[in-house]
């Protein structure tokens, strides 16, 4: 099974920053990759797919790129409501459909 | 608009079973897979198991192979997950979820909290 690591496991920024979260598989594959943001008591809601591909009405600020075994999510300028948990999901190997252990973005 | 309703929380005993129904409208079901998703308190996710919609065909991780049962109901667009003998550690919010396209999950279920405790 493909394994995936993210980091930072935390990130501490300002509103108006760039942040970046890297998600690291174990073995190469395409570009199968989700992203998704995940409130306090909510469902996770996809952000990102097809490792660059934006989700219908996710703001353009949220960007994603990578292949193989490195990926990455972008937020341009970190607003308040993006302060939330972020975890990466693989759907190559079909299934199982591991997500990273997530990263948690706080307000500095 | 698409719709996925889960029934509602429950409080087990240790050894007992646990089934969560998770009812679908907005789109026809039989099109796509759903996904059973955990997240234990303070926890990241952990993916549970796949069924398809359109032939019933499942896929579990081997953690839970003898202990999960995902079924479908298509005549009321319904999809079950069942977990038996279950553990304290099987505390957490349980989520079904859309599978579109194999390339994500959308939308999810609003969770449901099964707490295992003697």
Redesign the interface.
């Known amino acids: 099974d493909i394994q995936l690591t993210q980091s930072p496991s935390f990130l501490s920024a300002s509103v108006g920053d760039r942040v970046t979260i890297t998600c690291r598989a174990s073995q190469g594959f395409s570009n199968?990759l989700?992203w998704?943001q995940?409130k306090p008591g909510k469902?996770?809601?996809?952000l990102i797919?097809?490792a660059s591909t934006l989700?219908t009405g996710v703001p353009s600020r949220f960007s994603g790129s990578g292949s193989g075994t490195e990926f990455t999510l972008t937020i341009s300028s970190v607003q308040p409501e993006d302060f939330a948990t972020y975890?990466c999901?693989q759907?190559n190997s079909?299934?199982?459909?591991?997500?990273?252990?997530?990263t948690k973005l706080e307000i500095k | 608009q698409v719709h996925l309703v889960q029934s509602g929380a429950e409080v087990k005993k240790p050894g007992a079973s646990v089934k969560v129904s998770c009812r679908t409208s907005g789109y026809t079901f039989t099109n796509y897979d759903i996904?059973w998703?955990r997240q234990a308190p303070g926890q990241?996710?952990?993916?549970m198991?796949?069924i398809s919609a359109y032939t019933g065909n499942t896929?579990y991780?081997q953690k839970l192979q003898g202990r999960l049962i995902m079924t479908t109901d298509t005549s009321t667009s319904t999809a079950y997950m069942e977990l038996r003998s279950l553990k304290s550690d099987d505390t957490a919010v349980y989520?079904c979820?859309r599978?579109?396209g194999?390339?994500?999950?959308?939308?999810?279920?609003?969770?449901t909290l099964v707490t295992v405790s003697s």
């Open positions: 199968y989700a998704y995940q469902a996770p809601q996809v797919y097809a989700q975890y999901q759907l079909y299934p199982p459909y591991t997500f990273g252990q997530g | 996904s998703v990241g996710l952990e993916w198991g796949w896929n991780p989520y979820a599978v579109v194999g390339e994500f999950f959308d939308p999810w279920g609003q969770g």
